[in-house]
T-cell receptor, first 113, second 115 residues
Framework: QKEVEQDPGPLSVPEGAIVSLNCTYS??????FMWYRQYSRKGPELLMY????GNKEDGRFTAQVDKSSKYISLFIRDSQPSDSATYLC?????????????FGTGTKLQVIP | GAVVSQHPSRVICKSGTSVKIECRSL??????MFWYRQFPKQSLMLMAT?????????EQGVEKDKFLINHASLTLSTLTVTSAHPEDSSFYIC???????????FGPGTRLTVL
């Protein structure tokens, strides 16, 4: 079983829709949770970062963490064609000097105009 | 936000040659940099962790003699793929840990094609 599970998609939605992207994890040591956006042939770009259960909002993006269920989500409101990309969840166990990041496989999102 | 650059963005080489990839943090000092490899439709896989002034820490299964990492300054780390083979063709991405050590900022990646 992978430490982090993420549906690879692809996920196609119409412009303006609310998008829900999800990851589950098995390692209870994960404390820090991130969402990255990766456009084709580019490096990942950090979108959201959180370390506590609950919601964190930034513009059209909301990150949700449920540590009891080992489940994290990223919601995108009023989705735009420019949001079309692969979204990677990522997690870190602990905050020591060695910050190994475990990534999900990514969900490919396509927002149709 | 923090900016990380990589050079070159794309390289094509013949089998058996060596390729050097540079990773630079442009507006912050990074004591720790990371090197990842990403195959098509797969997630990023950590290859090694590079600490300035010390030897890199390699992940299990990554050959340290094949993937040479040097982190000579707080803004530059290099990855050299020695005696490259077609199976080394991949997307190589570096990242740098910022002042908030729990986040990483990624470079744009280098696409390596070995013929």
């Amino acid at each position: 079983q992978k430490e982090v599970e993420q549906d690879p998609g692809p996920l196609s939605v119409p412009e303006g829709a609310i998008v829900s992207l999800n990851c589950t994890y098995s390692n209870s040591a994960f404390q820090y949770f991130m969402w990255y956006r990766q456009y084709s042939r580019k490096g990942p770009e950090l979108l959201m970062y959180t370390y506590s259960s609950g919601n964190k909002e930034d513009g059209r993006f909301t990150a949700q963490v449920d540590k009891s269920s080992k489940y994290i989500s990223l919601f995108i409101r009023d989705s735009q064609p420019s949001d079309s990309a692969t979204y990677l969840c990522a997690m870190i166990a602990g905050s020591g000097g060695y910050q190994k990041v475990t990534f999900g496989t990514g969900t490919k999102l396509q927002v149709i105009p | 936000g923090a900016v990380v650059s990589q050079h070159p963005s794309r390289v094509i080489c013949k089998s058996g040659t060596s390729v050097k990839i540079e990773c630079r943090s442009l507006d912050f000092q990074a004591t720790t940099m990371f090197w990842y490899r990403q195959f098509p439709k797969q997630s990023l896989m950590l290859m090694a962790t590079s600490n300035e002034g010390s030897k890199a820490t390699y992940e299990q299964g990554v050959e340290k003699d094949k993937f040479l990492i040097n982190h000579a300054s707080l803004t530059l780390s290099t990855l050299t793929v020695t005696s490259a083979h077609p199976e080394d063709s991949s997307f190589y991405i570096c990242s740098a840990a910022g002042t908030a050590k729990d986040t990483q900022y990624f470079g744009p990646g280098t696409r390596l094609t070995v013929l």
